[in-house]
């Protein structure tokens, strides 16, 4: 048979029903705290991934605009300087003409 003695011994050594119920409580609470810090980080980081995804979207834009009208005059110049070699070309034969009949 147990006396009082012994109950008295058991508590010190075993954790009663209350005391578990104060520990479960208090990790529930550390947890929810942990976790809503590192929701709290996670969505600063997502907002700031957002913010930096646009605005490489928007140079990646302007440099893709900026490409396309170099090469638009890139084509108008190439055009115009094979038009501008033809008259130097004839150009030169007709100076050398000249410096032969003089």
Do not use: C
Request: aromatic letters at 8%.
């Amino acid at each position: 048979m147990l006396t009082d003695l012994d109950i008295v011994k058991l508590k010190k050594v075993f954790v009663t029903k209350q005391e578990l119920k104060e520990t479960e409580n208090r990790l529930i609470k550390y947890i929810d705290y942990k976790t809503d810090r590192l929701e709290s980080a996670i969505l600063a980081l997502s907002k700031e991934f957002s913010e930096f995804k646009e605005q490489t979207n928007k140079t990646l834009d302007w440099l893709v605009g900026a490409f396309k009208k170099f090469d638009e005059e890139h084509t108008i110049l190439s055009a115009r300087y094979s038009t501008i070699n033809k008259a130097i070309d004839n150009h030169e034969n007709r100076i050398t003409s000249l410096e032969k009949s003089n």
